[in-house]
């Protein structure tokens, strides 16, 4: 009682604190009283400060990990089936001497099955363009049929083959931007202009495409001297902090002598020096020789008349007897010359920056894999190879490794920049010669 009567005033007290005891002070009480009061009042303050239920603590609690027990029933544990579903059945890189019916016979795939992926292939044709280094990957249902296919070229580019419920395929294709860094390469000239460009980082593939624009500029093998002195601005691709292998050349200028010969990229992917004077001649529209009668526009939205599914156009149809001559569009390089099962004998240039064409269903082709080309060359004979109802030529234009539609896209017809167009070229070397040094 006399407790509880003690305790009651120093609650009730306004102008003491708990650590600072009223006026009849501690020090008259027993030992035992003290100790007393000094409990309750604690076990008081801990009543008053404990958590409700409905007042959740926000103190962490430190709980022992039992990592054995843990580990063990997380092994226990079914797979995640979207998990298992990512890793492919067959995979391999692909090395030099395998084919694509090896391939698919390799992951136990029937011929019957790659040719419906070849059929699906046509507006991409992709599998034509695998390589040693490149990876294809293979995922198989309960049933042991194909269900996806991945190929893999680089982090930049995939292409993805998925199995519809009628067994037909669809082909996606998927380009990814990613990172441009720039880079300069500078050097003088010690021996042949490529050893000494090989010396300085630039690779076997940059130094053939500024020779091949400069082509009609300078001589490579006769003009340069020793002690000239070159410099390049590159921008190189990166996906996710990986290099893609992919790069573009931004700007050239070559020191010979008292004469400057340099060449800059404009928005437009093509290189004019620095006077806006283009370095490309212009392309063609049509790739040949007369007008003939378009039977099937560029649709990338088009769909399949039997099944109801979008099945893109990606090219322009002509209407051409077998045997009309086709001509290259621009000066360029022949990349591929090969047969397709759906797409015939066809034919891929390359046009050394941006660009490039593809002749599908030709009768005869009249240049090799390798060879340069100029506008207005005869490169092959229209047909009726692969699977179409009627000879023509089979149409397309890409501009970044994308379909566009050849009547309509902008592409180079002039051989010089416009007023205007000159005016933001200008700002573009002279911020390419800062970072060229």
Known sequence: M??????????????????????????KLPLQHKT????????FGGVLLWPHSHSPSERRIAVTLDKD??????????????????????????VKGDTLSGLFEEAKIDQQTMYQVLEADLNVLALDTLMPGNTIQFWLNDKGQLQKLELYFSPARQVIFTRFDDAS?????????????????????????????????????EIQRIEALLKDKINFARDLRAGDKFSVLISDQFVDGEATGSSNILGIDIHRGSRDINAYRYSDGNFYDDKGRSLQ????????????????????????????????????????????????????????????????????IDYGSKYRTRFLHLSKALVRKGQKVT??????????????????????????????????????????LSSKDKKAFALIVDKCKKMMG
């Not at 007393?36 to 076990?43: A, S, V």
């Not at 843990?70 to 059945?89: F, I, N, Y």
């Open 169 to 205: 395929f669809n082909a996606e294709e998927i380009n990814i931007d990613g990172i441009w860094q720039n880079r300069t390469v500078k050097g003088a000239i010690q021996g042949s202009f490529y050893l000494s460009a090989k010396k300085m980082g630039l690779t076997a593939s």
């Open 36 to 43: 007393m009061i000094l409990g309750l009042g604690l076990l």
């Open 281 to 348: 001649r212009a392309f063609q529209r049509i790739p040949l020789k007369h007008n003939y009668r378009i039977s099937s526009r560029f649709n990338p939205r088009r769909l399949h008349p039997v099944t109801g599914r979008i099945a893109p156009h990606n090219g322009t149809d002509f209407a051409t007897p077998i045997g009309t001559q086709v001509i290259a569009p621009g000066d360029g390089v022949v990349t591929m010359v090969t047969n397709h099962p759906y797409a015939g004998k066809y034919i891929v």
């Open 69 to 94: 027990n843990w580990l063990s029933q997380l092994e226990s544990r079914p797979v995640d089936k979207v998990l298992k579903a990512e890793v492919p059945d067959f995979e391999k890189i692909v």
């Open 375 to 416: 506008r207005g060359q005869v490169i092959a004979l229209t047909g009726n190879t692969g699977r179409i109802t009627g000879p023509h030529l089979h149409y397309e234009f890409l501009i970044n490794g994308r379909a566009v539609d050849a009547m309509k896209a902008k592409i180079p017809m002039s051989k010089e």
């Open 2 to 27: 006399f407790i509880k009567e003690r305790w009651g005033k120093v609650l009730q007290s306004n102008k003491n604190s708990f650590f600072k005891m009223p006026q009849w002070g501690m020090g």
